[in-house]
């Protein structure tokens, strides 16, 4: 007999939204690495006992932008919207199916009022959580950083002075940080590069533990300021903050700089970091015939007389002058000085770092330093891929480095749990084989 549908709605139902998520769902491995008491510690100081309306709990609000972040979900209308049909959602997020969904506008003021400083709590506080599991040693850092477009347009930037945009020869505006600034996101500087489009940036700086390519630290910035300036105090944070030793650091050529080397050795931790190309000296002294005496700090030349420190310093580079009058008349005069400088003392620039850059410019031809480049290339730079594919980091969502800061830590924190969710499912796989298997021998013996 043909059925027919019942339009009639039964008047009582009892549903189990437990029954409708499947067991092997991500959203179930994702909950079971999400730490509560890090949330309640970090927002308890946001609510009153006993007083006021009941608030949305902060549980909830932070398994909404959970699934925000996850799935790449465009805007947090678009959320509540999907949280209203979509079963896992509801389940993921305590929702009942008897409760309303929050509306869009209440998860933006309670992100608003939580600010920047809760999400760094609860990012720092699965780090040392999971620091403390052992599931990060930290003995090996990779660190880079990755341009965001800001939700801001070139073309809504106005002059600093209050003067009209110069027009050039091809009667195009000329930007730049130090006269143009974005009417609302005063923040976000104007960011161009070959093969990069100018535009509006953020720069996100990720500091991760190379074993489990957990990130460690997420450090926002606006985009035109270089990795390198915030490196350093980077790496203190996560030898202070978190308790880790690093023991090596890998990086691209943008770190490399005698500066950046010299802290390293400082600190312990070798680096694997290739020398920047801008910094690398065309005629060192080694190659010309020149020597440095570092004992003494002089400079022998190749007839064996010396340059001593002049008293002049600049951009790291300490000026040698000869002394005596050894120029005179030798032999190497017409090689060593122009014809403009005869009859005058020699002067060398040295690089106050040139002994690091030197170490380093002999060590980045090892086959264990181009094996630890290329690690550092698929590592890192993958994880900025994904960020920005799969959880909505390739376009920044709000305005002013403290909200899109909060961006940046949610992303962060979507990544690292499904980096330990997808740990902690392989470890028990591999328990569970291991258990079978030694199980079925006793069985067979």
């Known amino acids: 007999m043909r059925g027919r549908i019942n339009s009639q709605p039964t008047l009582f139902s009892t549903i189990n939204i437990e029954e409708f998520v499947p067991q092997d769902h991500y959203l179930r491995k994702l909950d079971k690495v999400i730490d509560l008491n890090i949330i309640r510690k970090s927002t308890d100081k946001f609510y009153s006992n006993g007083h006021g309306r009941p608030a949305i709990p902060a549980e909830i609000f932070f398994r909404t932008q959970i699934i925000y972040y996850l799935y790449g979900i465009k805007s947090e209308r678009q959320l509540c919207e999907q949280l209203q049909f979509n079963l896992a959602y509801r389940w993921f997020c305590r929702i009942p199916l008897e409760d309303e969904v929050p509306h869009h506008s209440s998860l933006s003021k309670i992100r608003s009022r939580f600010g920047e400083e809760v999400f760094k709590e609860i990012f720092e506080g699965l780090i040392k959580k999971w620091v403390k599991e052992k599931v990060v040693n930290g003995d090996r850092i990779i660190a880079d950083g990755s341009l965001l477009v800001a939700d801001a347009s070139l073309d809504s930037t106005i002059r600093k002075d209050g003067k009209k945009h110069k027009k050039d020869g091809s009667n195009k505006d000329r930007y730049s940080n130090s006269t143009h600034q974005h009417v609302q996101d005063k923040e976000a500087q104007i960011v161009g590069r070959p093969g990069f489009t100018k535009k ?34 980077r790496i203190d944070y996560i030898k202070n903050n978190l308790g880790l030793s690093p023991k090596e650091v890998l990086a691209d050529s943008g770190y490399g700089s005698g500066a950046i080397y010299k802290a390293l050795e400082d600190r312990g931790i070798r680096s694997y970091i290739p020398l920047h190309r801008s910094k690398a000296r065309k005629k060192e002294i080694r190659k010309n015939g020149f020597s440095y005496d570092k004992s003494k700090d002089r400079i022998k030349c190749p007839k064996g007389h010396y340059l001593y420190p002049h008293n002049y310093t600049y951009r790291n580079m300490q000026k040698y002058r000869m002394v005596g009058g050894h120029c005179n008349g030798c032999p190497m005069e017409d090689k060593c000085l122009s014809k403009t400088q005869q009859h005058r003392a020699l002067t060398l620039d040295r690089g106050i770092y040139e002994d690091y850059s030197y170490r380093v410019t002999k060590r980045q031809e090892s086959k264990l330093f181009k094996k630890r480049l290329n690690e550092r290339k698929w590592k890192v730079e993958g994880l900025f891929g994904k960020a920005k594919r799969n959880h909505g980091l390739h376009r920044l969502k709000y305005r002013g480095l403290k909200k899109v800061s909060i961006q940046m830590f949610m992303t962060a924190i979507v990544q690292n749990l499904k980096r330990v969710a997808n740990k902690c499912e392989i470890s028990l796989n591999e328990s569970l084989s291991f258990y079978l298997k030694n199980h079925c021998l006793e069985i067979i013996h």
């Open 200 to 233: 509006l940036c953020y720069k996100t700086h990720y500091s991760i533990d190379a074993k489990s390519r957990i990130i460690l630290d997420c450090y926002g910035t606006p985009g035109a300021t270089p990795e390198c300036t915030v490196f350093i105090s």
